[in-house]
């Protein structure tokens, strides 16, 4: 079994920053690319960022410039530094990593989700 938790989601105010971590843990022989997605209410759960095992990341157009993912892989965890926020980024986030388990299985596996409100 594999676990992602979720930690640093909260409230916020327009401008202002948030870092979420993400750590998997369980039956992992490696971690390949770990993501966030959010999703909010009414809407379809949106890609926001992507990081590979070598570092290599992709961003959706509407955060770029303000979020930052990164990835520590000795701690199989994956960040989301988040500046400049607005009420539109108000969503529950999710991480997602794509993981070979020990018994050489691949499957994607997805953190419980942690709201972020930006509001004033």
């Known amino acids: 079994q594999v676990q992602l938790v979720e930690s640093g989601g909260g409230l916020v105010q327009p401008g202002g920053s948030l870092r979420l971590s993400c750590q998997a843990s369980g039956s992992i022989f490696r971690i390949d690319t770990m993501a966030w997605f959010r999703q909010s209410p009414g809407k379809q759960r949106e890609l926001v960022a992507t990081v590979t095992s070598g570092g290599s990341t992709t961003y959706v157009d509407s955060v770029k410039g303000r979020f930052t993912i990164s990835r520590d892989n000795a701690l199989k965890s994956v960040f989301l530094q988040m500046n400049s926020l607005k009420p539109e980024d108000t969503a529950v986030y999710y991480c997602?990593?794509?993981?070979?388990?020990?018994?050489?299985?691949?499957?994607?596996?997805w953190g419980q989700g942690t709201q972020d409100t930006v509001s004033s």
């Open positions: 997602k990593a794509t993981v070979l388990t020990t018994l050489r299985r691949p499957g994607d596996y």
